[in-house]
């Protein structure tokens, strides 16, 4: 995780953070699906690509992918992250500035979901290694980029997608997301506002905000 950070620097004039990736130090298998999206996916959106029985690696490699995503869509993983941004979002402000506490608080979110991931790996395949599983998804990166965890790997990488959630939760919690209903009925036919004479039925729209569910129940 180390080569992430180390180029961070502050703009003493303007108190913007920059990142200059290096591509030093030992990075985690955030920072390696990071490194890969600079491919583009002429493809469009795929699910993951099995290539099992070919040989004991792929076998290997499928089962890992596997667990990933039944890892990522679990409702624990879901509720960790949530908590993460309970406890964080009230730093973000919604403006272009990047402060430098954005970097330590991401660096903490990435470490934890990577620490979070390799344990629940560790517990779902007896002989996981993490470094293994890093030198195959090195050899498979060309194949990793049309797949549906891949991007799911990459969001949890992405600094202005970490952002994004940060500053959408901290919106929910504090002045909470405003939700239309809108009523659909039809209403009387008036002759005289049809240009062509035609008749046909008006909509009438009836739309109304409606809390949201957090301030239904009076939190």
Request: aromatic share 8%; proline share 1%; charged share 35%.
């Given at each position: 995780?180390?080569?992430?950070?180390?180029?961070?620097?502050?703009?003493?004039?303007?108190?913007?953070?920059?990142?200059?990736?290096?591509?030093?130090?030992?990075?985690?298998?955030?920072?390696?699906?990071d490194d890969f999206d600079e491919f583009e996916d002429e493809e469009g959106d795929v699910s993951i690509?099995?290539?099992?029985?070919?040989?004991?690696?792929?076998?290997?490699?499928?089962?890992?992918?596997?667990?990933?995503?039944?890892?990522?869509?679990?409702?624990?993983?879901?509720?960790?992250?949530?908590?993460?941004?309970?406890?964080?979002?009230?730093?973000?402000?919604?403006?272009?500035?990047?402060?430098?506490?954005?970097?330590d608080i991401f660096k903490k979110y990435t470490q934890l979901v990577e620490g979070y991931v390799e344990?629940?790996?560790?517990?779902?395949?007896?002989?996981?290694?993490?470094?293994?599983?890093?030198?195959?998804?090195?050899?498979?990166?060309?194949?990793?980029?049309?797949?549906?965890?891949?991007?799911?790997?990459?969001?949890?990488?992405?600094?202005?997608?970490?952002?994004?959630?940060?500053?959408?939760?901290?919106?929910?919690?504090?002045?909470?997301?405003?939700?239309?209903?809108?009523?659909?009925?039809?209403?009387?036919?008036?002759?005289?506002?049809?240009?062509?004479?035609?008749?046909?039925?008006?909509?009438n729209l009836d739309i109304t905000p409606v809390p949201s569910p957090k301030k239904i129940a009076g939190?």
């Open positions: 995780m180390a080569g992430r950070y180390d180029n961070m620097e502050e703009d003493k004039d303007e108190g913007q953070v920059e990142e200059c990736i290096d591509g030093q130090g030992d990075d985690g298998f955030l920072d390696m699906v690509v099995s290539m099992g029985g070919q040989n004991e690696d792929d076998d290997k490699f499928d089962t890992v992918i596997g667990a990933l995503e039944d890892i990522m869509m679990d409702a624990e993983f879901q509720g960790m992250q949530e908590t993460f941004a309970d406890e964080h979002c009230a730093a973000f402000d919604d403006s272009d500035e990047n402060k430098l506490v954005y970097t344990r629940r790996l560790k517990e779902a395949i007896s002989d996981f290694s993490m470094q293994a599983f890093m030198e195959m998804l090195s050899a498979r990166e060309e194949e990793m980029q049309s797949t549906d965890v891949f991007d799911m790997l990459v969001s949890f990488a992405d600094f202005d997608t970490f952002k994004d959630i940060m500053l959408s939760h901290k919106h929910q919690r504090h002045g909470g997301s405003v939700q239309l209903a809108v009523n659909v009925s039809q209403v009387a036919i008036h002759r005289d506002e049809q240009e062509d004479g035609e008749e046909f039925p008006d909509l939190t």
